[in-house]
């Protein structure tokens, strides 16, 4: 990536906003931001509009938001402490939770995901499905088997409504 001098200030800009990320997303696309009306709900005129390739680095960088340290030891780090405030405010109270939490029953639940396809992984056995015996920091893991045959799409959904 080549950028000039004049780029370099609103580079770092888009650098640091993502946090330390070392495997940053790359979107293209557009983004607009329209003005809403909070009282009706009703959207009003256009306020800012920006293309990908109008950004210092030809692209939209987000966050990986990934959780394993292994992958993206910033990301990682921003997860943990995330659900540490998450789980301290579900049991005392605070973050805009009431107090009054604290005297509830509590209840350690956790849901997982249905299938939406193989992945590579490291079962107790040591092969993976694949073949292969993957080592613990591999990048495969957790990818599909066949992106061909993944359901993206229900795995997008599940975890955008989860
Ligand atoms: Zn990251
Ligand atoms: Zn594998």
């Given at each position: ?104 029953p509590r209840v350690f639940a956790t849901f997982t995901a249905p299938s939406f396809g193989p992945v590579h992984n490291r079962p107790d056995s040591g092969r993976c499905r694949c ?32």
């Amino acid at each position: 990536m080549l950028a000039s001098l004049g780029t370099m200030p609103a580079l770092l800009r888009q650098l640091s906003g993502l946090g330390g990320c070392t495997n940053p997303i790359r979107l293209d696309g557009h983004r607009s931001e329209y003005a809403l009306d909070t009282a009706t709900g009703e959207i009003g005129p256009l306020v800012h509009h920006i293309t990908s390739d109008q950004l210092p680095a030809g692209h939209l960088l987000v966050r990986c938001n990934n959780r394993r340290t292994t992958r993206c030891p910033a990301c990682a780090e921003v997860y943990r402490r995330d659900t540490y405030q998450l789980i301290t405010a579900g049991l005392r109270g605070g973050k805009g939770t009431p107090e009054q939490v604290a005297t509830h029953p509590r209840v350690f639940a956790t849901f997982t995901a249905p299938s939406f396809g193989p992945v590579h992984n490291r079962p107790d056995s040591g092969r993976c499905r694949c073949g292969a015996v993957h080592p613990a920091d591999a990048p495969e893991l957790g990818t599909p088997l066949d992106p061909d045959s993944y359901d993206y799409e229900a795995a997008v959904l599940w975890n955008a409504h989860a």
